[in-house]
């Protein structure tokens, strides 16, 4: 395959330049442009040198996945760059690695962010991909408060009487319970997009 570099690419975005992001965007990458995008300036160095030493064309920044402005920018900045095709969001972080509150504002309301930034920037035909977990499937949330978190907007879950007393309890419940959302972001944003 011959790549013409004056030619506007697909671009890919990844939000969250991590081992399940980078693994991701190294399969679908050939002949599209990479835009990652992380909090670590670190993370972001080594992964685009090892992406260009490989060959892709691939562009940074710095994000903050908690922070609404942030990943607007972001979304912004990917489709400057061409039509994006693809964005993948592996922000996050486990129950091991941080307290409940913390998952909540990454898991679910970054992921929130996300899928509501790129929901208006991706081009006809393009396709996203949050990775949530097997976890999600392990507390089932009753049918009226995902019916509330449907409706409610995404700068405001936090504030939700569920997530204040029962996703706060500790970081495995808030865990299962955010990659659960990540479920209803995603069908929400399908269905209204
Ligand atoms: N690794 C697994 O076995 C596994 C299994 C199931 C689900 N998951 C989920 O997949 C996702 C990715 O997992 P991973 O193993 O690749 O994690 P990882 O820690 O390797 O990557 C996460 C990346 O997100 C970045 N990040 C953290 N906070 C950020 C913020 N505020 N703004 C922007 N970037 C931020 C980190 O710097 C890191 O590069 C997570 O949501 C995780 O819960 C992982």
Do not use: W
């Amino acid at each position: 395959m011959i790549f013409d570099r004056n030619e506007k690419k697909e671009v890919i975005a990844l939000l969250g330049a991590g081992s399940m992001g980078t693994a991701i965007v190294r399969r679908i990458a050939a002949g599209r442009k990479i835009l990652l995008g992380d909090i670590s300036e670190k993370n972001l160095e080594k992964v685009s040198h090892d992406f260009q030493y490989c060959g892709y064309d691939v562009e940074t920044m710095i994000v903050n996945a908690l922070e609404k402005d942030s990943v607007e920018a972001f979304a912004q900045k990917a489709a400057v760059l061409g039509n994006v095709m693809y964005f993948i969001d592996t922000a996050g972080a486990s129950p091991h690695q941080t307290n409940s509150e913390h998952i909540l504002k990454l898991d679910m309301v970054g992921t929130g962010y996300a899928v509501d930034a790129f929901g208006k920037v991706m081009a006809k035909g393009s396709a996203g991909l949050i990775i949530s977990s097997q976890t999600g499937y392990m507390y089932p949330i009753p049918y009226e408060t995902e019916q509330e978190i449907l409706t409610t907007p995404t700068e405001k879950l936090m504030e939700l009487p569920f997530i204040k007393e029962v996703a706060m309890q500790n970081s495995g419940l808030a865990y299962m319970i955010a990659k659960r959302i990540n479920h209803l972001q995603v069908m929400k944003a399908a269905a209204t997009t």
